[in-house]
Each structure stands twice: as C-alpha cells, then as structure tokens.
C-alpha cells in the first residue's frame, strides 16, 4: 500500500511530525536505521533552552523560545493519550561562570526572559553543595528560573505509542541507502528492507541526513557531533536547578538520577565513549558535587548530533525535488525545538499561515551546489 508520507527517521523529530500528520487524518510510515527514538534524541539532557541563549543568532533562539512554549500543552495532552508521564517541569537553569553577564543581562531584558543574579546566601542549593565555588564566581552566578527540562527517553516513548495509537506504521532496522527520482521528484526509497513508496516524504534522519540525500544533498552541511553523557542516581537529588558552566552540565531529575554532559567531539560517526571524556566530565562535576567520589557510575553513553552552520536547522521543501521535505540539523536543540519545528513544516506542507518569518530554516541548502 502507498502511504501519503514516509518520514525517514524516528527521533524526537521524526516521531513529532508523524504524530501531527496522522493527525490530520494522512497515513504515514517511519522508517528507522536501528530502533526508534534510541539515537541523539534519546542521548541528550533534556534541557528546554539554548544553552546560554546570548550566544546564538536570533534564528536559533526565535525558534526555540517559540518551541519552549509549546511544550507545556505539547506533553500534557500526550501524557492524557499515552498514559506516559515526559515529566516536563521547570527546574531553572543555574549559569556559572565564565560568561559574558552583561550581554546575558542584556539578552533577558530584550527578550522579557526572567533573571535573578544569586549571591552565596541565596543559592538555590541546599546544605552548602557548590559552596567550593569562590565567592566571586557565586557573585555572578545567573539563574534563568523559567527553564524547564523534560525526560526525553519518556518523551519518545510516549510519541512511539502515540503514533502507534493513530495507525502509523513504524518500520525498524530499515537503513534508507538511495532516494531514486523521476521527474525532479523522489519515486522509490531503496532501503536494506525492500523498496518504499509514498506520495511524500520527509527527511528527519539527523546527523544521516545528509548521507541519505547523497548527490541531492547539494551544499546541504549536516554533520555529526559526538556528546557523550554521565549517570549517577541520588536518594534524593543534591540540586534543584540545571547547572552550566561554559558547555557542561548537570541535569538532575525528579527521582534523584543526575545526568553529567555533554562532550563536543568532531569525530565523524564514531559513537565509542572514551576513558578521556569520562575522566573530564568527572572531573568538573565532582569540584561541584564532591558526593560523586564516593558513588557508582551507573551509565556512559554517546549520540551523534547534526551540527549545522550557526546551529540553524533546515526546514522545508527540498529546491529541486518537489516531493520531498527536510527537518533537521537542530544540533543540540533538536528536543527543545521539536514542537515548534513540526508546527513550522506542517504548515509548509499544508499552506498554513507561519508563527513568524521561517525563511532562514530554508537557507541550508544552496541550489547552486
């Protein structure tokens, strides 16, 4: 049977813009190189915000605050569906230094974000955790409070069973190897599972998007970033807040696991984790947690993020093939822009009218490549 649309990945994008299309009342199939939502989306941190967003273009932050506030109705009504809690909640976001304070104050101030510059006796810290930090660094340490986090491997699993819960058809272990086209037009996915076809298709394959386009790619940039990441668990969790410092941090759940993240590694698509990255992620968090000396590591683990110039994703229609759309490239944003991203292409795919000017999401591809 020829489905309306074949997404090619079933990440937090992949699984988002299936759910929305179903629906709209289209069938749709998911195609999944390994298992669904196992990749970069279920890897990250789960943290709602660009990480010190001052220092990304207007391109970025637009989207992702748009997308931020989505989530609240986003998870809720997926949560009355599933029955499966993402536990989205706003825990706020503690910035240490080193940072630029004025252009953050700045940033807050244009953009009506909240701020709250803490000093030693207000940390919102209990029982002297990260007093080893000179008074000077707490001096300066910004809380952004409205921040929210969300679990993402319990996000994913409750858009697995949503799409599910709506007809779709989710294909795993399905490598996508070869768009064939007729026509300026994608006719046949050849794939390690057969032949696939559709009347449209949408790309959402990540740091593979641009392998999967090959000669289609154009000068299409998506490449992989390796992050690797760190699990403790806590009776009960020593921080409230996320931290960050520079681009590490500590996000600490509501039942007490903490995670330790992330690497920036350009490697290509080698997801090892390594003995180096462990020992750097340890060694930042322990001078902030020295409870972690004497606790077991209970997971290391890798993703590979699609990393695009300036960090903007690509959404939209392909320039030449007039069948198929891309959303990707949203590097380490991709769960915080999931909603918004997928509003942005339905739109498109739909002739809606957009929240704001989504011309930039297009500017990836260059038709003279």
């Known amino acids: 049977m020829k489905h309306d649309f074949i997404v090619i990945g079933a990440g937090i ?15 749709v199939t998911l195609l999944e190189r390994h298992r669904a939502g196992h990749e970069a989306s279920w890897a990250g941190g ?11 273009p207007d391109t970025v932050t637009r989207l992702a605050m748009y997308s931020m506030s989505l989530y609240p109705e986003w998870t809720t009504t997926l949560r009355t569906h599933t029955e499966i809690n993402p536990e989205y909640h706003v825990s ?20 009506t974000v909240r701020w709250k510059q803490l000093f030693p006796s207000l940390t919102c810290f209990p029982s002297g955790h990260l007093r080893n930090h000179a008074d000077r660094q707490l001096n300066q340490a910004l809380l952004l409070p409205e921040i929210a986090q969300v679990r993402n491997p319990r996000l994913l699993h409750a858009l697995y069973k949503r799409v599910q819960q709506l007809g779709g058809n989710i294909v795993e272990h399905c490598e996508v190897q070869k768009l064939d086209t007729t026509n300026q037009q994608v006719s046949v996915l050849q794939s390690s599972r057969g032949k696939f076809s559709a009347a449209r298709y949408i790309l ?4 593979w998007s641009k392998q999967i386009l090959g000669e289609h790619a154009l000068s299409l940039e998506i490449n992989p970033i390796r992050g690797q990441m760190l699990l403790y668990k806590f009776p009960v969790s020593p921080i409230q807040s996320i931290v960050l410092q520079k681009d590490l941090y500590l996000v600490p759940r509501l039942d007490g696991h903490v995670l330790i993240g992330s690497t920036t590694e350009d490697v290509g698509f080698d997801k090892r984790i390594t003995h180096s990255a462990r020992e750097k992620l340890l060694k930042w968090a ?40 891309i959303n990707s490239g949203h590097f380490r944003y991709g769960v915080t822009m999931a909603p918004a991203s997928t509003e942005i292409l339905l739109n498109e795919i739909l002739h809606r009218t957009q929240p ?6 297009r500017q990836g591809w260059n038709a003279s490549g």
């Open 92 to 111: 706020g976001l503690l910035i240490l230094p080193p940072y630029d304070l004025e252009a953050a104050i700045d940033w807050c101030t244009t953009h």
């Open 46 to 56: 789960g943290i709602l915000s660009p990480l010190c967003p001052w220092d990304y």
């Open 13 to 27: 994008i992949g699984l988002s813009v299936a759910v929305r299309l179903l629906e709209e009342g289209a069938s």
């Open 204 to 207: 959402a394959a990540g740091a």
């Open 356 to 361: 704001f000017d989504t011309s930039p999401y």
């Open 286 to 325: 322990k001078n902030l947690l020295p409870e972690l000396n004497t606790m077991p590591l209970l997971k290391h683990w890798s993703g590979l993020r699609p990393a695009t110039h300036n960090n903007v994703p690509i959404i939209g229609l392909h320039p030449f093939l007039k069948n198929l759309y």
